[in-house]
């Protein structure tokens, strides 16, 4: 039963978890329900206290589909200020890679590291 709960509970997550496309932003919480990345409302949603995290795609062009998701995390150092970090789990392993401050989320650079983590995941099939 517990298992259940937990399971739904993280569809529930997933569901609300901003999520981008194609170099736009959906999120709920959007007045208008999107926002394009590095734009000046891109970088002021990253900024803003509301905003926590959200879900990266990892696109192949190989295969020609999505492989899996990074996600983007904002934490807060201990002297003040946040940062964003990407999390992927690879098996039982968590890897964590550090973007730094919001100016620095710009497109280039989730791409840069998605490609990075394309080309560190396991055949399909394998583990």
Not at 49 to 59: D, E, G, Q, V
Not at 75 to 97: D, H, L, P
Not at 99 to 111: C, D, F, I, K, P
């Amino acid at each position: 039963m517990l298992g259940n709960i937990s399971h739904e509970w993280g569809r529930m997550m997933a569901a609300k978890l901003p999520r981008i496309s194609e170099q736009w932003v959906y999120d709920v919480e959007v007045g208008q329900g999107s926002v394009q990345l590095d734009t000046a409302t891109w970088f002021a949603w990253l900024e803003a206290p509301t905003t926590a995290h959200f879900s990266y795609p990892l696109f192949d062009p190989r295969c020609g589909y999505i492989v899996g998701f990074m996600t983007v995390r904002k934490e807060q150092r201990q002297r003040g200020g946040s940062y964003w970090v990407v999390f992927r789990r690879k098996g039982a392993r968590v890897r964590k890679i550090y973007l730094g401050r919001s100016a620095t989320v710009t497109h280039e650079r989730l791409e840069l590291i998605a490609k990075q983590l394309r080309n560190t995941a396991p055949a399909k099939g394998g583990g």
